[in-house]
T-cell receptor, first 112, second 113 residues
């Protein structure tokens, strides 16, 4: 009965590869997010998605693209991976943008 | 833009000590304020929240009061336990930017028995 789940938990890949991280929420929320946590544990919003409206943090490279097949899922696709993409990526969801967000367990991405 | 400033860590306390983790913010309008906790190897868990001035959020013995005049949301607990050891994040939502939460850098709390 996990509220927000992510797969995989760990992802190790080489530079230049394309990878995806999946996120699912069973809370009935209408808004989903992706955050990046760097090695110093600093968290930064990457995307928010609500009712087909995508809001992108201007600092996110266009190699990153979220895709939402339905309201319960927001997957993160990353093309041409770079060393600097190594981080922990968290998915989150909320019931409207103003309310508290619930986070998934994170995906640790390591690019070698 | 929005920003959140937290006290630097790590903060090391003995069990049963009083805890304060300072948090101040800069935001447009009237943001909602949150404290999240991250235990080792886990995701973030919502600890408490406050949505308007003078609101007090509380949970598991932790408290924080939304102080608009000082733009602060300090986290307090009267008697900490070893199990409270974690990283604590102060965050705000104001609807700006990419419309997600703006986080502080986190405070690593270590409680010694």
């Amino acid at each position: 009965d996990t509220a927000v789940s992510q797969t995989p938990k760990y992802l190790v890949t080489q530079m230049g590869n394309d990878k995806s991280i999946k996120c699912e929420q069973n809370l009935g929320h209408d808004t989903m997010y992706w955050y990046k946590q760097d090695s110093k544990k600093f968290l930064k919003i990457m995307f928010s998605y609500n009712n087909k409206e995508l809001i992108i943090n201007e600092t996110v490279p266009n190699r990153f693209s979220p895709k939402s097949p339905d309201k319960a899922h927001l997957n993160l696709h990353i093309n041409s991976l770079e060393l600097g993409d190594s981080a922990v990526y968290f998915c989150a969801s909320s019931n409207s943008r103003k309310n508290e967000q619930y986070f998934g367990p994170g995906t640790r991405l390591t690019v070698t | 833009g929005d920003s959140v400033t937290q006290m630097e860590g790590p903060v090391t306390l003995s069990e049963e000590a009083f805890l304060t983790i300072n948090c101040t913010y800069t935001a447009t309008g009237y943001p909602s304020l949150f404290w999240y906790v991250q235990y080792p190897g886990e995701g973030l868990q919502l600890l408490l929240k406050a949505t308007k001035a003078d609101d007090k959020g509380s949970n598991k013995g932790f408290e924080a009061t939304y102080r608009k005049e000082t733009t602060s949301f300090h986290l307090e607990k009267g008697s900490v336990q070893v199990s409270d050891s974690a990283v604590y994040f102060c965050a705000l939502y104001s609807g700006g930017g990419a419309d997600g939460l703006t986080f502080g850098k986190g405070t690593h709390l270590i409680i010694q028995p």
